[in-house]
């Protein structure tokens, strides 16, 4: 099973400074069809998860462009230009490229 | 508008059984990625199975013979079939979807099951 390792566990942050959360992965994350599936998701508190990057580096619908992803290989980052109020959660990267699919440990964002 | 809705979350005692269902609207679930992830108490999301491909599953190793996942197209339901149930298994049980992205893009609010005696 591919392991996905976040640092770190916990980010005291500032509101209107950046925040990064980093993900590493215990093998490559490449598909065959050529696509890397590393996705990244937020959970706010008392909330279901919420898909905000997918491959590595694609905003999903509706998500704020202060959020980015980048990353290759086995070494991913999700970073907040400018942390809002509103980013308090958890942060998880995970997985899909090769079942079983799998999650990181989760980044608690706190201000 | 895509939707899932999680039910048939409850208590129940060690050893038992329970089966959940995850409604959906707005796709169906047989012709896409549709995934159990579940959610202990404070803890973490830990992905359970997937059913794909109108009837193909993968299961995590945790629930690899205890769980098992089947669809009712005319319902356009998942269902999640939990046998031997054990206090470890106590968590928020999400549905969820994936299309294009090839990530979990689109979510259930979740059912809760609790496994107590």
């Known amino acids: 099973d591919i392991v996905m390792t976040q640092t770190p566990l916990s980010s005291p942050v500032t509101l209107g400074q950046p925040a990064s959360i980093s993900c590493r992965s215990s093998q490559g994350l490449v598909h065959s069809s050529g696509n890397t599936y590393l996705s990244w998701l937020q959970q706010r508190p008392g909330q279901p998860p919420r898909l905000l990057i997918y491959k590595i580096s694609n905003r999903f619908s509706g998500v704020p462009d202060r959020f980015s992803g980048s990353g290759a290989g086995t070494d991913f980052t999700l970073r907040i230009s400018r942390v809002e109020a509103e980013d308090v959660g958890v942060y998880y990267c995970?997985?899909?490229?090769?079942?079983?699919?799998?999650f990181g440990q989760g980044t608690k964002l706190e201000i | 508008e895509v939707q899932l809705v999680e039910s048939g979350g409850d208590l129940i005692q060690p050893g038992g059984s329970l089966r959940l269902s995850c409604a959906a609207s707005?796709?169906?679930?047989?012709?896409?990625?549709v995934s159990w992830v579940r959610q202990a108490p404070r803890k973490g999301l830990e992905w359970l199975s997937v059913f794909y491909n109108g009837g193909s599953t993968f299961y995590a190793d945790s629930v690899k013979g205890r769980f098992t996942v089947s669809s009712d197209n005319s319902r356009n339901t998942l269902y999640l079939q939990m046998n031997s149930l054990r206090a470890d298994d106590t968590a928020l049980y999400y549905c969820?979807?994936?299309?294009?992205?090839?990530?979990?893009?689109?979510w259930g609010q979740g059912t809760l099951v609790t496994v107590s005696s």
């Open positions: 969820a979807l994936s299309t294009e992205t090839g990530a979990l893009d689109n």
């Open positions: 995970m997985q899909t490229t090769q079942f079983p699919w799998t």
């Open positions: 707005g796709f169906s679930v047989s012709d896409n990625y």
